[in-house]
């Protein structure tokens, strides 16, 4: 049997090309033996009688407080019909622009992983450049690469849309120096090099993870902004599109 889980998950140190549900005290799991279409349908039939609850109530309300003076003319009749199609209008665009906010949230959101990987990364370039510069002096186009590695900064390139360039860049160095190390027995044997290698490696692997995630966040959200009636919401209140990644690796 599936089991849809919802929760905080990490890198499987295992298997680092998924993901695995781990611990976290600040968000609590969603398990159930149901799919996550089933459970959305279950969660949002129950929103819907609500709704269909409050407007039958709200009706009644509106058709009292226009017969309370004993009589009720055909103008009350019309305003009384009215006012449920326009509550209902009301609360169907409140309801799309939550989705949208959301949906732009989580964008956001994997966004800011893919810049906090980025960040350790960029502090485990100095490093490495030290433990690499003595042994590969003669690579001098791998270590002025690294070099260039060691003085970006990941914050700016991420503001000014360059993240997808800088990871791709980061790809190629890092195949480059694994590649010089296995020619080099000192290097490859090196603890040191290799504990540097290791982290490279993982958070390569997250990277590429956390990538997907925002792609695909990415193409959710913007499909949405360009869907009617969302489209209207988002000219309204200036959703922008999410930027997508480069297919190019």
């Known amino acids: 049997m599936n089991v849809y889980c919802l929760g ?3 890198l499987d140190r295992d298997q680092p090309d998924r993901l695995t549900i781990q611990k976290d005290e600040a968000s609590p799991f ?3 033996g149901n799919e996550e279409e089933d459970i959305v349908l279950d969660r949002g039939a129950r929103g819907f009688a609500g709704i269909a ?5 709200f009706l009644f309300s509106t058709t009292a407080l226009f017969a309370a003076d004993g009589g009720f003319s055909p103008d009350n009749l019309i305003l009384s019909a009215l006012t449920v199609p326009i509550i209902l209008l009301i609360y169907t665009g409140i309801l799309h622009y939550n989705d949208i906010v959301f949906l732009k949230n989580r964008v956001d959101r994997a966004a800011a992983n893919i810049d906090t990987i980025l960040q350790q990364r960029h502090e485990l370039w100095p490093n490495l450049e030290k433990v690499v510069k003595a042994s590969l002096a003669h690579e001098k186009q791998l270590l002025k690469a690294i070099a260039q590695l060691r003085s970006a ?3 700016e390139m991420s503001s000014n849309g360059q993240a997808d360039k800088l990871m ?3 790809k190629k160095v ?8 296995e020619g080099y027995p000192d290097l490859k044997n090196n603890e040191v090099i290799q504990k540097f290698m290791s982290i490279m490696a993982e958070t390569e692997n997250y990277l590429s993870l956390l990538r997907n995630s925002f792609t ?10 360009q869907s ?16 997508q990644f480069s297919s190019k690796t």
């Open 174 to 181: 890092t195949n480059a120096l694994q590649a010089r190390i």
């Open 228 to 243: 009617f009636p969302d489209v209207i919401l988002a000219k309204l209140f200036r959703f922008r599109e999410a930027p």
């Open 53 to 57: 609850l409050t407007l039958g109530l």
């Open 168 to 170: 791709q860049f980061e």
């Open 153 to 155: 900064d990941p914050v």
């Open 30 to 32: 969603l398990i159930s």
């Open 8 to 10: 905080f998950a990490g």
């Open 216 to 225: 695909e966040s990415a193409m959710i959200y913007n499909t949405r902004i």
